[in-house]
């Protein structure tokens, strides 16, 4: 595979994964205010989705489009981190991995603005101005759950813990990384986490939660080496027209 | 209709000579057109029946994005799921500006949730049938959609300001959601493979006769629409809208190549509107009464998310609560 169209895969593949999670809350949120923010969210990674792909799909130069590389790769082609196939779970969950995932897109996509790839510095700008509404309102919302009553401290908390194992796979490296870091068309990820690390820190802090001393990292999902089984189970869902009627327009 | 068979008075309706001086204002202030605000003075009846109403449309809102819901995650392209993500939320929305309709005359919105769980408040039949497949999106949007809004239109006009306001931000967009239905129909009726023909024909033949259903049975003898029609909070009989609904659709579904599911579907040159087959009222009773084919899907799933989302609630509640009091111990 091109390390390009890899690593757009991996743009790509984030946004849609966080954003088919998203979606299934739709009409069950805890209030109506949450689900229409949870729409909103989920309708502006799908639209990520489709920049991001779009360009992977054209880089690749196979003929395939945004929705073939959504509907019809199996689980061992998706490269997004594992973090976000993992299912909602609750509330308190799909909230904080909204957060942990918001605090890198922010210096991420800023960083990207810079790209010398003009392409990716439009879709980064584009999604940038999305993703820092939705820091705004993950980590606003941490707190207020963290902070709110012992009982839903201790559900922040024990989300916290089942997804911080998870966080680490944002900064690994590999072959992909070091090529575009050459080509001056993404920054090393390792590079972002002093400022991931301080935005998190401050407001777990504020909302009373504590970081596990554990520094172990779960991987394999960027890579496409080793994905959560939960991945196969989503794309049953997803595909499942595409995979059933193949051919058909919709 | 998204308010189906709203009780009223169950009294005919009063003459202006036999009103109090105040209902007589009231009921004059609305024949000349005016427009009644939340602090104005209206009768209790007026009141309690708007509640009734508003409620019964906001309630049916929100029970509706779960029908649609249900393909969000199966929505074949990443262009339909953003357009069907876009559509339901639109509808949280008409659910929001509703329930604030409602709450200008007194009454909260967790106090019309309560009534809703507990199956005092009702919401419109329509959001009771199953959706089965892909093509189920096109025919909500063009079929459920198509006839909120023949409802939706006039109640523009209708005497409560606030409704009346909440109901021009919401026609503005089931408009929009109409035309996206019918395209996800004409892609797979008129330009589809055989199987999605076949599922085109069939979302129809399913949704066809609840579609009629949503304008509920006929009110042209009923007390409770007299004295809504008089208040102004209902334009027109149920039988009228149905009529221009399927005058409307019928020919939309000519033009998809399907068939009405109905043998004594034909035009009639001297009425200049379309005979048709009244629907089966027996299982629209059914329905209303809980015995539709998702009444325990669709009221275990509100009050699943209602009693899941509980702790989120009560946490918002205590996080502003201390915030407010930190901020007093500080200043
Ligand atoms: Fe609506
Ligand atoms: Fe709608």
Do not use: H, W
């Given at each position: 595979m091109k390390p390009l169209f890899e690593f757009l895969l991996r743009q790509g593949d984030n946004a849609l994964v966080l954003g088919h999670r998203t979606s299934e809350w739709c009409g069950t949120a805890p209030a109506l205010e949450e689900d229409i923010a949870l729409a909103n969210t989920a309708l502006d990674l799908i639209g990520q989705t489709q920049l991001w792909l779009g360009y992977a799909a054209e880089v690749e130069g196979?003929?395939?489009s945004a929705d073939d590389l959504a509907y019809l790769r199996d689980v061992y082609d998706f490269r997004n981190i594992l973090m976000l196939e993992v299912?909602?779970?609750?509330f308190g969950r799909t909230v904080m991995r909204q957060f942990l995932f918001d605090a890198f897109q922010v210096p991420w996509l800023t960083a990207l603005c810079e790209s010398a790839d003009e392409h990716i510095a439009a879709i980064a700008a584009k999604s940038l101005k999305e993703a820092l509404y939705h820091l705004e309102r993950s980590a606003e919302t941490v707190v207020a759950l963290g902070d709110g009553t012992d009982d839903s401290n201790k559900r922040m908390q024990s989300a916290l813990d089942v997804l911080w194992p998870y966080t680490g796979e944002h900064f690994l490296q590999d072959d992909v990384d070091n090529t575009m870091f050459k080509a001056k068309i993404a920054p090393l990820p390792v590079s972002l986490k002093p400022e991931w690390e301080s935005t998190v820190r401050s407001t777990l802090n504020d909302a009373n939660l504590k970081i596990t001393d554990s520094t172990f990292a779960h991987s394999g999902g960027r890579t496409g080496f080793r994905h959560t089984e939960h991945l196969g189970h989503m794309l049953a869902t997803m595909q499942v027209l595409q995979r059933s009627y193949p051919g058909a327009t919709w | 209709m998204y308010a189906q068979q709203v009780k009223s008075t169950g009294k005919k309706v009063v003459s202006l000579e036999e009103m109090s001086p105040a209902d007589r204002d009231f009921q004059e202030r609305i024949n000349r057109g005016e427009k009644i605000e939340p602090k104005d003075y209206m009768p209790a009846a007026y009141r309690t029946n708007l509640i009734r109403q508003i409620g019964q449309h906001a309630h049916s809102e929100i029970v509706g994005q779960l029908p649609e819901g249900n393909w969000i995650t199966r929505a074949p392209t990443l262009e339909r799921k953003a357009n069907l993500l876009a559509k339901v939320q639109d509808e949280a929305g008409h659910g929001l500006y509703l329930y604030c309709a409602a709450e200008?005359?007194?009454?909260?919105r967790d106090e019309m949730f309560e009534m809703l769980h507990e199956g005092k408040m009702k919401y419109s039949?329509?959001?009771?049938?199953p959706t089965l497949t892909w093509a189920d999106m096109g025919a909500v949007g063009w079929l459920v959609d198509g006839a909120a809004i023949m409802n939706q239109v006039p109640l523009q006009r209708t005497s409560y300001g606030p409704y009346a306001r909440a109901m021009v931000r919401i026609c503005k967009e089931e408009s929009f959601h109409q035309r996206q239905g019918y395209h996800i129909m004409i892609k797979m009726a008129?330009?589809?493979?055989e199987d999605q023909k076949r599922m085109a024909q069939d979302a129809l033949n399913r949704f066809w006769y609840p579609a009629l259903m949503m304008f509920g049975p006929s009110d042209n003898d009923s007390v409770h629409s007299a004295q809504s029609m008089a208040w102004k909070i209902k334009m027109n009989t149920n039988d009228e809208l149905r009529q221009k609904f399927v005058d409307e659709t019928v020919p939309q579904a000519a033009y998809l190549g399907l068939?009405?599911?109905?043998?004594?579907?034909q035009w009639n040159a001297e009425t200049e509107q379309y005979d048709y087959s009244e629907p089966d009222w027996n299982e629209f009773h059914d329905v209303i009464s809980g015995n539709g084919p998702c009444n325990t899907e669709r009221l275990g799933a509100r009050r699943k998310a209602w009693d899941d989302g509980a702790w989120v609630r009560e946490a918002m509640m205590a996080h502003a609560e201390k915030k407010a009091q930190r901020k007093a111990a500080l200043g």
């Open positions: 196979a003929g395939r299912p909602n779970e609750d | 200008t005359l007194g009454v909260t039949s329509i959001f009771n049938y008129k330009e589809g493979t068939t009405i599911p109905d043998e004594n579907l």
